[in-house]
């Protein structure tokens, strides 16, 4: 789905990612989460980083992207990662060629930048500004004040970290949380790329708007909250 907002013209996948221009942005990966799970005794099936990783690969091919920001949250956890998961991650960025690597760091990459680096990614700390726009893990309040550096207005925020979804009504007795873009005047929070991930129900106001992620389609959710 094509999106003009604040300016800035955007294409939004139902895999979670925005592409702009050629660069591709997504968000909250969580690549080795199972084996977190797993080294805590936990009996998590493996696959979901290979799974993510593959879908990430096939975006990059078919939009011809030539540079990847991820708004945090890349990694689970430091001791999620393993062999197994450089060797992933290292033979996914070879795929993709001269691939600019770009993380914009979450709470969940802490103690790992120096790995990151090693294989050819540029860590940085949020905000990161390009032109107009502002990158972050975590969203901005919706009461705070307009984002400024210096005497600039960023028109634009994009983030992660919610891993946002809303609550669709199946039926009179049930209910489903869909993970969803969630647009807010002056920013958009990226639903989870990763899977695994889980997801926060989020309570968007009438003036924002809702993207479901459905099955390979966005649908528009109407609203009719609070001002």
């Not at 936990?42 to 540079?67: D, N, V, W, Y």
């Amino acid at each position: 789905m094509k999106l003009e907002h604040r300016g800035h013209a955007f294409e939004l996948s139902a895999s979670g990612a925005i592409r702009w221009d050629t660069t591709l942005l997504v968000a909250d990966l969580h690549l080795g989460k199972e084996a977190v799970f797993q080294k805590s005794g936990l009996a998590i099936p493996s696959g979901a980083t290979q799974a993510t990783l593959q879908r990430l690969q096939t975006q990059i091919h078919e939009m011809g992207i030539k540079r990847l920001v991820v708004l945090g949250d890349l990694l689970h956890a430091a001791i999620g990662w393993t062999d197994d998961l450089e060797s992933m991650l290292g033979k996914t960025m070879q795929a993709a060629g001269g691939l600019q690597w770009e993380l914009v760091a979450g709470n969940h990459d802490r103690r790992s930048h120096q790995q990151l680096r090693k294989l050819g990614w540029i860590v940085q700390e949020p905000p990161v500004f390009d032109g107009n726009m502002r990158w972050l893990h975590e969203p901005d309040s919706p009461e705070s004040p307009a984002p400024t550096s210096g005497d600039r207005t960023y028109q634009t925020t994009l983030c992660g970290h919610l891993h946002p979804s809303y609550i669709v009504p199946i039926d009179a007795k049930r209910t489903a949380k869909v993970p969803c873009f969630w647009i807010r005047p002056d920013s958009i929070v990226l639903p989870a790329y990763g899977g695994w991930v889980g997801t926060h129900a989020i309570q968007p106001r009438r003036q924002d708007r809702v993207l479901l992620c459905v099955e390979g389609d966005l649908i528009e959710w109407k609203l009719h909250g609070p001002n």
